[in-house]
């Protein structure tokens, strides 16, 4: 970008693109969480009137990151393929309307299946919005960056608990039961933002009306210039497999599997310890 000025227009634009993408992908993982969770919610209701057991609760519980683990990877595939924003409506649009099935739930076979399928919707929304940054951000601001999207989690927390809450105590509106307004209430918000983030969200920096010609150079000459020395690195190391086998990645790989089991093991039983 001929006109800017090293440190001070740099982080002008980084601090504009950040308002203008990350509210919106923030809020894309708000609802993601509160739709994880809320089956903790539902569950202080659903056992007795479906006649589960808590065995029945934890496998269905435990199948939605069966089925996320499964199409993550092929998730990410078909993002690259069709354009973030095309990829990350359908993510929505899917795990929506597969939440709001969950309030119809007759046995633990349909239960199972719909977690499982809730898993393999909302599949790769995490490491598709990491991806997406690197469309957008140098890699010096993508820490940040990430910071910001994740925020959206703790938000779902002190958000979709009282929701829940307040819907458990409002059993009997239009002959639903207080568990099945809490997934019917919290699947809408995902579909009805499908339109929001087809239209909204852009592609990438060249699709981008809120730059200037010299801002959208700038950053495809940045990140091309990432892009390159990533490949000259992959070509001196070894192929990008090689990852996989690299000790400090499978340390990271272990903590933070021992740190979702620690999470996901609270939040899907607190409001039973609570209410207990």
């Known amino acids: 970008?001929?006109?800017?000025?090293?440190?001070?227009?740099?982080?002008?634009?980084?601090?504009?693109?950040?308002?203008?993408?990350?509210?919106?992908?923030?809020?894309?993982?708000?609802v993601a969480y509160i739709d994880r969770s809320n089956i903790s919610f539902a569950k202080l209701q659903m056992l007795g009137s479906l006649g589960l057991s808590e065995v029945a609760y934890g496998l269905g519980a435990s199948l939605f990151f069966i089925g996320y683990l499964i199409f993550e990877v092929p998730s990410n595939v078909m993002l690259h393929k069709y354009g973030a924003p095309r990829w990350m409506a359908r993510i929505m649009l899917t795990w929506g309307v597969v939440t709001i099935l969950l309030a119809f739930t007759q046995n633990a076979t349909m239960f199972y299946v719909l977690r499982f399928l809730l898993g393999a919707s909302e599949a790769g929304l995490y490491p598709g919005v990491i991806y997406y940054l690197t469309l957008w951000f140098p890699s010096r601001h993508r820490v940040r960056m990430l910071g910001?999207?994740?925020?959206?989690?703790?938000?779902?927390?002190?958000?979709?608990?009282?929701?829940?809450?307040?819907?458990?105590?409002?059993?009997?509106?239009?002959?639903?039961?207080?568990?099945?307004?809490?997934?019917?209430?919290?699947?809408?918000?995902?579909?009805?933002?499908?339109?929001?983030?087809?239209?909204?969200?852009?592609?990438?920096?060249?699709e981008a009306k809120f730059l200037s010609a010299d801002e959208k150079q700038w950053l495809t000459n940045t990140l091309d210039a990432e892009r390159a020395q990533i490949k000259a690195s992959v070509a001196t190391h070894g192929s990008l497999l090689s990852v996989l086998t690299e000790p400090r990645v499978i340390g990271m790989a272990l903590y933070y599997m021992?740190?979702?089991?620690?999470?996901?093991?609270?939040?899907?039983?607190?409001?039973?310890?609570?209410?207990g």
């Open 1 to 30: 970008m001929s006109t800017m000025t090293p440190a001070i227009a740099e982080s002008r634009l980084i601090n504009r693109l950040a308002l203008r993408l990350m509210p919106l992908l923030g809020l894309l993982y708000l």
């Open 258 to 275: 021992m740190l979702s089991i620690s999470v996901y093991g609270v939040s899907y039983w607190l409001p039973t310890l609570v209410k």
């Open 148 to 206: 910001y999207f994740t925020v959206g989690s703790s938000l779902g927390n002190m958000v979709g608990a009282p929701i829940c809450g307040w819907l458990l105590d409002k059993g009997g509106l239009a002959g639903l039961d207080g568990w099945q307004l809490v997934f019917i209430v919290t699947g809408l918000p995902s579909v009805l933002l499908t339109v929001v983030v087809l239209f909204l969200l852009p592609s990438s920096p060249k």
